[in-house]
């Protein structure tokens, strides 16, 4: 019994080492993180500076990685780009866990007409592809950043309210669970002392998948016009302004593209290593 | 063995024929795609504004008495020839012979008079009225014979005649036009599918093109991925200026760069306050700068204009030198008006001029000192907002029926300019038939214009035709909204 309990432990440590996609990630997502943040302070010029006459030149000391079609400093646009990426992410995701969470919880807790309720509410609003209710939020309520981070935040809730309510209804068939309640805790407590902390592994993997979804999302409403307006930079809307330049100068389509290629892969890759080490689950069955 | 052989020889000559097809096509190819950017509402050049009614019907579908050329000289059309009275009022127009719309019946005076008498009557919807203001009475002399006498002078009636708005309909069909036109011209309504093309058939089985089909392809990049694979045979105004520097390279098509009735302009909601200072407004147009915006938006595809008129036209005058491009001059113009942290709103159509040099003009007024919220809309959303509610700051626009300076001089435009000089001029213009005093006008009413600076003059829209090598006599000017195929051919 103790020997399995020092593998598991040293395991899910070393393990997290040993894994090269969770390392890629962490790294690729930790470079967005600093990206941005760094985004917030300096800029190497400014984002919306146009200068028709240094349009679309190559990488040279003054502009890292070229001008854009309006001579604009591409560097800073994507930088400024990470930052409202990571801001679409964190609220969109935040708007999901804190409501997507709570349902589910409630769902799992109360069971009855509550669980029914939340289980096909969730349903319903899953038959609709996420994007399509980005774009029908968008439509109704205008084109926008904000809007744009509402509506893939709204789309995540039925996402965390259907994984939390999944495995806190296993939690709850757990012995301990009910123990809680023999010994006369109520259900909120029993939810917060033991059902929560057992299912957060759970939340923070899907949490890192979903940020990656809305930085995806952002980007194609973006694209689409819906999302970040001109001259803010996203970069969606710099992967649309450079459909037409593709031949003329690749680099405008290829730059932003590659940035949220990258941004998504960081982030799923570092999703798929934490699910790995976290996932009470897939360790269990690991070790058995 | 030998069935094997059988199948291997049946897919050589299927696959012979499958190559032989489009050769054999290609040598006699008699249809042709036209790739356009909007979907008309309906059809009844006579009933709208919108542009892409003309672009379909004009001179194909219906005609008029004249018609505009290429060059925006007027032609005979249904009347072969016109005599005109020596004090300029009466016009007598010998129609020609034999012409039958499409539905049969004939075209004669009484078209002539139903047509004008409908388009000038006091409930009729068309968009451009005051092109038969002058007009007092329309006669049918004889049944080719048609007269038409004036209340005043006007020197361009011929030319008024020449518009889209002012095409031949018959009494049957007027009413229905907007879904079945039944015109003159040499292509018949064929059918639409919505959302997709309308289809245009030869009247004449002799025409080197006997059929038409005229696809909606809204986005720039998708007119030349299908201008590539095939799909379109021409784009009458591409919308990509970008793009035309990569086709003029490319051997397979033809590029005509021409010029347009579009008159590229940052408008300024002239009532509403800070806009409705004169010192507001021209500290603006001293902050654009024409070139940059030319080259940024429209990759050089554009001539600098100083003043609501079109550089090829002859009563042009050169008013670009009034705002040249100076920040510093702006900055000073917004002090003494008292504007130290001005914020406006800049609301954008979806034409690539717009969208794009909307961009660069908020970077430059940026420079200036003025900070401006960009808001794109779409032209459903623009022509409530912005045309009819005049809810905006600024906006940017092209202006593209041809001397169309007189909506300056209008009472409800939305501008909100309101200059009792300017309407002096007009009024005098509209009773001068001679050219060079209407010129002389024309060129005083661009002065007063300017120097209230009304708009930011930016630039003239080019116009950037893409066909396929082989195509001949597609308009390289656009004069007027028409996308002309009647003398089209494949060679």
Known sequence: MSIIA????????????????????????????????????????AFDAVAITQRMQGPSAAHWLGTDHFGRDIATRLMIGASNSIMVGVVAVGIGLVIGVS???????????????????????????????????????????????????????????RVARGAARQVWGQEYARAGLAIGKSPSAVTRDHILPNIAPVLIVQATIQFAVAILAEAALAYLGLGTQPPAPSWGRMLFDAQTFMTL????????????????????LLGDGLRDALDPRLRTERIG | ???????????????????????????????????????????????????????????NLFEGLTRIDDNGAVQPQLAESWDVSGDGLVYTFTLQDGVKFHDGTNFDADDVVFSLDRARADGSVNAQKQLFAAIDTVEAVDARTARITLSRPEGALLFNLGWGDAVMVARESAATNKVAPIGTG???????????????????????????????????????????AGDIDAVSNLQAPEAVIALQADPNFEVAIGSTEGETILAMNNSRAPLNDIRVRQAIAHAIDRQAIIDGAMFGFGTPIGTH??????????????????????????????????????????????????????????????????????????????????????????????????????????????????????????????QAARNRILGQAQRTITSDSVSAYMFQLAKLGVWRKGLKGMWRN????????TGVRWE
Request: glycine content about 6%; aromatic content about 8%; hydrophobic content about 50%.
């Open chain 2, 309 to 434: 008129f079109a550089p090829h036209h002859p009563a042009y005058v050169d008013l670009i030198a009034t705002y040249p491009h100076d920040p510093a001059r702006a900055r000073a113009l917004l002090a003494d008006a008292g504007q130290s942290d001005l914020k406006l709103t800049l609301k954008l159509p979806p034409p690539t001029y717009a969208r794009r040099g909307g961009e660069i003009v908020a970077a430059q007024l940026k420079e200036a000192g003025i900070t401006v919220e960009i808001i794109p809309v779409e032209w459903a959303q623009w022509l409530e907002q912005v045309f009819r509610g005049t809810d905006y700051d600024l906006t940017i626009v092209s202006h593209t029926e041809p001397v169309d300076i007189g909506i300056y001089a209008r009472d409800t435009y939305y501008f909100n300019y309101d200059s009792p000089s300017l309407k002096a001029l007009m009024a005098r213009l509209n009773n001068t038939s001679d």
């Open chain 2, 1 to 59: 063995m030998k069935t094997m052989r059988i199948a291997a020889a049946i897919a050589v000559a299927s696959g012979l024929a499958f190559l032989a097809t489009p050769g054999a096509q290609a040598q006699q190819k008699d249809s042709l795609t036209i790739g356009l950017t909007l979907e008309p509402p309906h059809l009844d050049p006579t009933a709208g504004a919108a542009a892409a009614i003309d672009e379909i019907v004009y001179a």
């Open chain 2, 478 to 485: 656009a004069p007027v909204q028409a996308t002309d195929v």
């Open chain 1, 249 to 268: 100068d690749p680099k405008l389509a290829i730059l932003p593209g590659l940035a949220i290629a990258l941004a998504v892969l960081g982030l799923n």
């Open chain 2, 186 to 228: 040499p292509f018949k309504f064929d059918r639409w599918v919505r959302g997709s093309q309308i289809r245009l058939v030869a009247t004449d089985d002799t025409r080197a093109i006997r059929k038409v089909t005229f696809r909606f392809v809204p986005d720039p990049s998708a007119q030349i991925a299908a201008l590539k």
């Open chain 1, 103 to 161: 349902l589910g919880l409630l769902a799992a807790a109360r069971g009855g007409w509550v669980d029914d309720l939340v289980a096909r509410g969730s349903d319903v609003v899953f038959a609709f592809p996420a994007i399509v209710s980005a774009i029908l939020i968008t439509a109704i309520f205008g084109p926008g950043a904000v809007n744009a981070i509402i509506a893939i935040g709204i789309f995540n809730v039925p996402v965390f309210a």
């Open chain 1, 6 to 45: 020092d593998t598991t432990r040293r395991g899910w440590k070393s393990q997290l080492l040993r894994h090269p996609n969770f390392l890629i990630g962490t790294v690729l997502t930790g470079m967005l993180i600093l990206v941005a943040l760094v985004s917030l302070v300096w800029t190497p010029h």
